[in-house]
């Protein structure tokens, strides 16, 4: 009887044994390719977008199919990716458009600065005359402007003018009224008349009702 239970036990273990063996390889496999594997697949795809400095985000494809919340995680970061390329895409878009127009704003900044007189004293001839003025415009062009030039031989002329606004259309409205300014005055009106002129001509064309 004792060698009988004893052999009873003996077997129990083993079987026991066995079925905690079976159990645990059993675990083992569907915890890793349920669970483990997908999780890895998603870690590689992430470290080979990483890798490719994001160059391969259209082609980015979710890889993992478990049916669970796993494939859910896969199929949002698939969307995620595709969303995230279109939004870099615009970006660059955006940046390569704002780097047109600073380029263009460069270019109107000198324009604008040529337009006005840069070399001083402006008439070195006369040594009575001295004159230095500078403008430095709250954005990349503005509205502020100056000028001096002699109309004859006995005259000379000063302009100091502020446009209504700042920006392209003050620094455009401001060359108009500038060179509108210098023209009537070398054709030998006095001041009240050139203003008067030259008030008649900006406000006959101006929907923006910008001013000087």
């Known amino acids: 009887i004792n060698h009988e239970i004893q052999r009873f036990y003996l077997i129990f273990l083993m079987v026991s044994l066995g079925i905690v063996l079976v159990s645990s390889l059993f675990y083992y496999s569907y915890i890793r390719r349920i669970l483990i594997r997908p999780i890895h697949i998603l870690n590689e795809d992430t470290r080979k977008l990483v890798s490719d400095q994001m160059e391969a985000l259209g082609a980015f ?11 859910w995680l896969g199929e949002s970061f698939e969307h ?50 001295d004159l230095y003025a500078s403008m430095n415009p709250a954005k990349e062009v503005g509205g502020d402007f100056y000028d001096c030039f002699m109309r004859d031989d006995n005259t000379l002329c000063i302009v100091i003018g502020d446009i209504s606004g700042k920006g392209v259309s003050a620094a455009l409205f401001m060359m108009m009224v500038k060179a509108e300014i210098r023209t009537k005055m070398r054709m030998g009106l006095c001041p009240c008349e050139v203003l008067n002129s030259v008030n ?10 910008m001013f000087a």
């Open 61 to 71: 494809r979710n890889r993992v199919h478990t049916g669970d919340e796993l494939q």
């Open 80 to 129: 995620m990716t595709r969303e995230l390329e279109i939004y870099i895409q615009n970006l660059a878009a955006v940046t390569a458009e704002k780097e047109r127009i600073g380029a263009e704003l460069n270019v109107a900044t000198r324009i604008q600065a040529d337009m006005l007189p840069r070399i001083f004293p402006p008439f070195p001839s006369r040594k009575e005359i």
């Open 200 to 209: 008649d001509e900006i406000c006959s064309e101006n929907p923006e009702g």
